[in-house]
């Protein structure tokens, strides 16, 4: 899989758990201890897939609870 490929997945990925849980790119940066600017490059799939520890960090921050997970 091409590189720009995957930067493309993973920024639909993103985008879509971020709005399903109903967070900004604010909220979402500081579970994931990046910048507002960080998740939005992420989103648009301008971070090189190098900086995988930053979505990685997110997926991990997304199993806390929030507005959509089950109680």
Known sequence: MSESRLARQ????VRHER???????L???DLAGLSQGGVARI???EDRVSRLSAPSRWWAG??????CSPR
Do not use: K, W
Request: glycine share 8%; charged share 35%; proline share 9%.
């Open 10 to 13: 993973i920024a639909t990925a």
């Open 19 to 25: 709005e399903r849980r109903q967070l900004t790119q």
């Open 27 to 29: 909220a979402l940066a």
């Open 43 to 45: 989103e648009r799939g």
């Open 62 to 67: 997304r199993r806390r609870p929030g507005p």
